[in-house]
Nanobody, 124 residues
């Protein structure tokens, strides 16, 4: 069982930056692939980024590539999402998720545990 708690969301102007954090409970954090997803009003939840257990490999949605960076600190049981050059279309509730399988996936259905989400609003 893994419990996830996101933080770091807020209101920022276009072009600004935010850093999201996701703190995980449990001793097996380092065995999970971690992902970030987002959901805007009236839209389906979409993949943003994922990172392998060791942190050596990452994967991004095309819409955020070059602007967002996912990282993790297994000693602190925390995964981060650094978001730069934010755009109004990045406005959404951002969720972190944990996947216990060995294969990195962008499908939300593959992730076993989810946080409650944190709101990110980018004004134009």
């Amino acid at each position: 069982q893994v419990q996830l708690v996101e933080s770091g969301g807020g209101l920022v102007q276009a072009g600004g930056s935010l850093r999201l954090s996701c703190a995980a409970s449990g001793r097996s954090f380092s065995s999970y692939i971690m992902g970030w997803f987002r959901q805007a009003p009236g839209k389906e939840r979409e993949f943003v980024a994922a990172i392998r257990q060791s942190g050596a490999s990452t994967y991004y949605a095309e819409s955020v590539k070059g602007r967002f960076a996912i990282s993790r600190d297994n000693a602190k049981n925390t995964v981060y999402l650094q978001m730069n050059s934010l755009k109004p279309e990045d406005t959404a509730v951002y969720y972190c998720a944990a996947d216990g399988s060995p294969i990195l996936s962008i499908a939300a259905t593959r992730y076993d545990y989810w946080g409650q989400g944190t709101q990110v609003t980018v004004s134009s």
